[in-house]
């Protein structure tokens, strides 16, 4: 059987009936397959809409015959890009918790924008290849590229997430300083975000103690429940490193910690560990995200890690942080992570 590859299709689609079938159709008899359908762009004069397909095409085929197909079948075809597979997932559901992780941190609207639409944040000084659109929302000011056009349907859900992003941050707790950040997560509770410091190792330690031994393993590949003084100054960032350290709104426990090493060629390595109880409940994606933050203000372009098998789902939180094309690999016995940082927003 061909190897397939993923093809991102736009065709104006008139309103009439069956009109979605002979798509289909001459998709089919091109020797591809229609993964994926849905509307992005709003209605034309005669009523035909923008439609965008996910088509798999065999190796074997080239994707400027099920151009021709369509074009035959009277569909004209506006655009032709490979896709990726990630992007099968559904529109619908990635809207909803992109708006879920917009509510539990509003300053991560721009990141879920860029994300929506399957673009890259850019600065606005720099000229960029491809299309390029600035999106305005009240006193926010988004430059976003991609490789092919953004549609006016894309742009108004985009707004809308800004539009949430500025209505939350009406109500959200205010910044303390450059270092501490009160955020409410999904569930309601909130924590504060801050970086951390040498005199935090007694809650640090102890949030370690508190873990699972399967926590424990995934962060430090050893399930022991007590730190030796090196591990425990790694935690903490090291000589050159940081540290961002969640706390509960008292300051009395500490319950997760992200870990940054000073960026080497542009990486920084980086570790996780949350506390069993507030695992699930977006803390994780908080504090990646924040870490990504000061890790980009830091010159790192890239994070890495390293975790254990069962811990691969730092892959997921990644992702949700907003870290591009995070990915996975086995070495030996460990799971090396990569990920890269979106740019900056700038303006």
Known sequence: MDDVALWRLHVELEDRPGRLGELATAVGGAGCNIQSLHVV???????????????????????????????????????????????????ATTALALARMV??????????????????????????????????????????????????TELSRAAALLELSAQLSLRAP???????????????????????????????AALHARCSPTVRRARFLSPAPKLGADDLAELLGGATGQAVLAVTVDGGSAV?????????AGVS?????????WQGRGLGTALLRRAAELAGAAGATELSGITRPDGVGVTRLLRRAGMRRPSAEMVGEEVHLHAQLAPVPVG
């Open 269 to 277: 390595r980086f570790g996780l560990l949350v506390e069993d109880a």
């Open 256 to 264: 997760g910690i992200a870990t940054l090493s000073a960026p080497d």
């Open 103 to 152: 509510a539990a941190d509003p300053g991560s609207a721009p990141r879920a924008v860029a994300t929506m639409l399957r673009a890259q944040l850019v600065d606005p000084t720099v000229e960029q290849p491809g299309h390029v659109h600035t999106l305005r929302v009240g006193t926010q000011h988004l430059r976003l590229a991609r490789a092919w056009p953004f549609t006016a």
């Open 174 to 204: 205010a910044r303390l300083s450059d270092a501490e950040l009160v955020i409410a997560l999904p569930d309601g509770s909130q924590v504060q975000l801050r970086s951390a410091e040498p005199a935090d190792g007694p809650l640090v």
């Open 41 to 91: 762009g709003e209605p034309a004069d005669d009523g035909a809409v923008t439609d965008e397909l996910l088509v798999k095409v065999p190796e074997s085929v080239d994707p400027a015959r099920v151009v021709a197909a369509v074009e035959h079948a009277g569909i004209p075809c506006t655009l032709l890009v490979r896709a990726d597979a990630a992007e099968l997932a559904d529109p």
